[in-house]
């Protein structure tokens, strides 16, 4: 953390310019180009590490993740196993170069609290039943961060496991809607948002979902939303989680669709 005070004055002033201006102007146009309803650009790859049972690298925006999964395996120490299922342990870390300001490694309460709602999705759709007393492991790594990092994780996360071929019910996905303002002060909701709108904005919400059955796997909010607005950004996120479902797909097929069957 730079702790010359010329250089943290000019940073609060230029946050206060930037906080100063609007998000989206009044021809519906955010900052970046964007339209309300779009999601910035995402990568999927999938299969990039060999010493991971399940990997998968994500770029969304200005996110970069990777995600890697260890297991089926003995849970270890003994007193954690489940003799009637797995257990799901996702670790989201943050790397200590992720940030503009370089942050502490280990984890903090944030990542604690990120780890359990991911970890809590990600066991609603795996088959826990079929791996008695076992440990399913998944680590996510932001890498380069910009708003919407849980949301990424996830959805990084999801595509690992089917790497691995761990058999699931669906594959998860996830992603966020939230509000904004225009030049008129006008409250406009929006998805995916950015690292401005995400620093500057009115209210976040990001979803998970089970996009075969419409499962809600995880909810949070951050902000303030009236239940007009709330179910105006749930439907908008819900939408963009089905988009990026389909990319999910995409890179899964491109990368065992070409494939031989086995005899």
Not at 29 to 42: A, F, P, W
Not at 193 to 222: C, H, W, Y
Not at 250 to 260: D, F, Q, R, T
Request: net charge negative.
């Amino acid at each position: 953390m730079n702790s010359n005070p010329d250089v943290k004055l000019k940073q609060n002033e230029s946050e206060k310019e930037i906080a100063e201006k609007p998000l989206i102007d009044i021809h519906g146009k955010r900052k970046d180009g964007r339209e309300s309803g779009d999601l910035r650009k995402i990568k999927i790859e999938v299969g990039v590490l060999h010493r991971a049972e399940g990997s998968c690298y994500l770029e969304w925006g200005g996110n970069k993740v990777m995600a890697a999964v260890y297991g089926p395996r003995e849970a270890v120490p003994r007193h954690t196993q489940n003799p009637l299922r797995a257990i799901v342990n996702a670790r989201y870390n943050m790397a200590a170069f992720s940030v503009d300001e370089r942050k502490r490694p280990g984890p903090d309460r944030r990542s604690q609290e990120i780890s359990k709602v991911i970890s809590e999705a990600l066991g609603h759709v795996i088959l826990l039943e079929r791996f008695p007393r076992a440990s399913i492991d998944v680590s996510i790594e932001i890498l380069d961060a910009e708003a919407g990092t849980r949301c990424a994780g996830l959805t990084a996360a999801a595509v690992a496991l089917v790497d691995a071929g761990i058999p699931m019910k669906d594959i998860p996905v996830a992603c966020a809607a939230g509000k904004i303002k225009d030049p008129k002060q006008n409250e406009i909701i929006v998805l995916d948002l950015g690292k401005e709108e995400d620093n500057f904005g009115d209210a976040d919400l990001p979803v998970a979902i089970s996009p075969r059955t419409g499962e809600i796997l995880l909810l949070q909010m951050d902000g303030h939303l009236t239940q007009e607005e709330f179910e105006k950004a749930l439907d908008l996120a819900i939408k963009g989680c089905h988009t990026v479902s389909e990319l999910q797909k995409k890179a899964i097929i491109e990368k065992y669709g070409s494939m031989p069957e086995a005899k």
